[in-house]
């Protein structure tokens, strides 16, 4: 058994909790609200709720073995965030949830783990930095580089049946995605190894798609009509720089530490997603 925190309990972090409950480990998740703190404790009885802001000082930083932050970076980033950081012992793991973004555009090309950085935007210039931030701060660090997260009741197909989701232009770019309990899966193993021979690890399925196709796949599965199509100009920056990024991501470093999707395509996880739904309704 191990301590875990998780920074910024939401979706991701939620089910996280949950698989680390059922297998044992002692747990502690956090909100930015007394509201939040008051669902953690309903959805996660067996965990410790408490209330928590970036860069506060963390109460007996010392009692857990992995901290998890998964809350994304604000206009003082990388301060906060570093803040923690500098609060933790060797010893004790940092796992830090990024993003692809933080990759140059490839035109395509395979992406792996040290492939060229050029963010593409505010937003992924704000994880980048929070990177290196936490890497300088403490030797601990590892930086997991997440493709587009989607599961049960979020992703294209939960946006597409509440009539709120656009292709923008031709579509016609590579996008990778990751099943969220694929991407749990992946913190747990670098949250457990004994020993990690690098700091920064990328994480995809194994079928990059054009959002075209995968929208009509999403259509036909659901039996709802395509999404209309809006021009680039209409899209924030982070949107336009996730288009043109045109990315298939390989998770070399995760492979060679044995880790594999279990829903290896978005068909898979859209069936897992839809199954996992249905139960919830009933």
């Known amino acids: 058994m191990s301590r875990w925190a998780i920074l ?6 939620r089910r996280l909790a949950k698989r680390l409950l059922e297998s044992g480990h002692a747990v502690r998740v956090t909100s930015r609200t007394e509201e939040g703190r008051d669902a953690l404790a309903a959805a996660l009885p067996e965990a410790e709720a408490t209330c928590y802001r970036m860069g506060e000082e963390i109460e007996n930083s010392s009692g857990f073995d992995v901290l998890v932050i998964s809350s994304a970076p604000d206009a003082e980033a990388p301060g906060p ?3 923690v950081a500098q609060q933790l012992q060797d010893g004790q793991r940092l796992i830090y949830l990024s993003t692809t973004g933080v990759y140059a555009s490839a035109g395509g090309d395979v992406v792996r783990d040290d492939f060229s950085i050029a963010p ?3 937003r992924s210039m704000r994880r980048l930095r929070v990177e290196d931030a936490l890497t300088a701060s403490h030797p601990g660090t590892i930086s997991l580089r997440i493709a ?3 599961g049960p009741h979020r992703g294209v197909h939960e946006r597409m049946r509440r009539s709120n989701y656009r292709l923008i232009g031709a579509a016609d770019t590579l996008v990778s995605r990751i099943y969220v309990d694929d991407l749990v899966d992946a913190i747990v193993l670098l949250g457990t190894a004994e020993a990690l021979a690098h700091d920064r690890f990328v994480i995809g399925d194994e079928e ?3 959002a075209q196709e995968h929208a009509r796949g999403v259509a036909q599965h659901l ?3 395509m999404p209309p199509t809006v021009d680039p100009s209409e899209v924030s920056e982070a949107v336009q720089a996730m288009l043109g990024a045109d990315r298939k991501v390989t998770p070399s470093r995760l492979h060679a530490l044995g880790w594999r999707a279990k829903h290896p395509t978005w068909r898979q996880g859209l069936v897992a997603a839809l199954a996992e739904e249905l139960r919830d309704e009933l």
């Open 8 to 13: 910024g309990c939401g979706y991701v972090g």
């Open 81 to 83: 965030e570093q803040a």
């Open 120 to 122: 593409g935007s505010e």
């Open 148 to 150: 587009g997260i989607y």
């Open 208 to 210: 990059p798609t054009t």
């Open 223 to 225: 039996g709802l009509p």
